[in-house]
T-cell receptor, first 115, second 112 residues
Framework: AQTVTQSQPEMSVQEAETVTLSCTYDTSESDYYLFWYKQPPSRQMILVIRQEAYKQQNATENRFSVNFQKAAKSFSLKISDSQLGDAAMYFCAYRGSGNTGKLIFGQGTTLQVKP | NAGVTQTPKFRILKIGQSMTLQCTQDMNHNYMYWYRQDPGMGLKLIYYSVGAGITDKGEVPNGYNVSRSTTEDFPLRLELAAPSQTSVYFC???????????FGDGTRLSIL
């Protein structure tokens, strides 16, 4: 069975600085998808970024980028120029290639942004 | 565009009571999901559906039931509420394989 592990329960970053959140996963599949979701105190689940495993190029969305290391089964999220609004819990999620589309979530990392 | 709508947003139940959490989406998505999120934890899959009339169990299905009679609606039923079911429940949908899931705003449920 696939698993997703986020080893950093809490992280903090100074406003305008850069922070990297870690995520590792375990799978025997070769084709899959990885996601980072943001959950602010409002409880909404907001998609931050998506990566297809067959793409070697790391995904980027404005200040958010990933470092996808398929052989190491690692999928870290880098937030550049951190803003106060980035403070939230961040979840890494895995979706296999089967036709169910189920997501497997990590435990989450709470990010604090200091002014 | 409403997206995924969940009702109610908050609910308190007594042990042994029953209730249905409603979820509807207006994006014509085939795939729908129910997750629960316990405090400080990630989301765990309860049930999912790949289309109208088709449902299957996820990781933590005990104590819950679902139905999918239409593409739009995917209600989650708690028959005999237990304190262990105190959680935040999220409904989500997606269009097809590989596409990200769109989440509702969640229902906070307390069983006392």
């Amino acid at each position: 069975a696939q698993t997703v592990t986020q080893s950093q329960p809490e992280m903090s970053v100074q406003e305008a600085e850069t922070v990297t959140l870690s995520c590792t996963y375990d799978t025997s599949e070769s084709d899959y998808y990885l996601f980072w979701y943001k959950q602010p105190p409002s409880r909404q689940m907001i998609l931050v970024i998506r990566q297809e495993a067959y793409k070697q190029q790391n995904a980027t969305e404005n200040r958010f980028s990933v470092n996808f290391q398929k052989a190491a089964k690692s999928f870290s999220l880098k937030i550049s120029d951190s803003q106060l609004g980035d403070a939230a819990m961040y979840f890494c999620a895995y979706r296999g290639s089967g036709n169910t589309g189920k997501l497997i979530f990590g435990q989450g990392t709470t990010l604090q942004v200091k002014p | 565009n409403a997206g995924v709508t969940q009702t109610p947003k908050f609910r308190i139940l007594k042990i042994g009571q029953s209730m249905t959490l409603q979820c509807t989406q207006d994006m014509n998505h085939n795939y729908m999901y129910w997750y629960r999120q316990d405090p400080g934890m990630g989301l765990k899959l309860i049930y999912y559906s790949v289309g109208a009339g088709i449902t299957d169990k996820g990781e933590v299905p005990n104590g819950y039931n679902v139905s999918r009679s239409t593409t739009e609606d995917f209600p989650l039923r708690l028959e005999l509420a237990a304190p262990s079911q105190t959680s935040v429940y999220f409904c989500a949908s997606s269009s097809r394989q590989g596409q990200p899931q769109h989440f509702g705003d969640g229902t906070r449920l307390s069983i006392l």
